[in-house]
């Protein structure tokens, strides 16, 4: 089983950054691709960004394609959102999850962490 925590949320400024976290429980994290997801209030939840099980491969929505890093450290259990330059439109819940990168399935989801960018 693999439980994940979301931290590093709060209050910013637009054109400022937040870095958020993924930590991971659980010895079969490494096998997962890891997604952010984040939704916005009366909005769907939608892709953000996600990275392979190896760290060698990532993509990312377009709408922060430029803007955000997603990173992972097998050693630590842990996966990492650096967020610059945000926007009012990047306000949302953000969630990490633990899946398959070819099917884009995910079977572990975190609580969510909130992030608010003001304008």
């Known amino acids: 089983q693999v439980q994940l925590v979301e931290s590093g949320g709060g209050l910013v400024q637009a054109g400022k950054s937040l870095r958020l976290s993924c930590a991971a429980s659980g010895r079969t994290f490494n096998w997962y691709a890891v997604g952010w997801f984040r939704q916005a209030p009366g909005k769907e939840r939608e892709f953000v960004a996600r990275?392979?099980?190896?760290?060698?491969?990532?993509d990312y929505a377009d709408s922060v394609k430029g803007r955000f890093t997603i990173s992972r450290d097998n050693a630590k259990n842990t996966v990492s959102l650096q967020m610059n330059s945000l926007k009012p439109e990047d306000t949302a819940v953000y969630y990490c999850?633990?899946?398959?990168?070819?099917?884009?399935?995910?079977?572990?989801w975190g609580q969510g962490t909130e992030v608010t960018v003001s304008s």
């Open positions: 999850a633990a899946g398959n990168w070819r099917t884009s399935f995910y079977v572990h």
């Open positions: 990275i392979t099980w190896s760290g060698d491969s990532t």
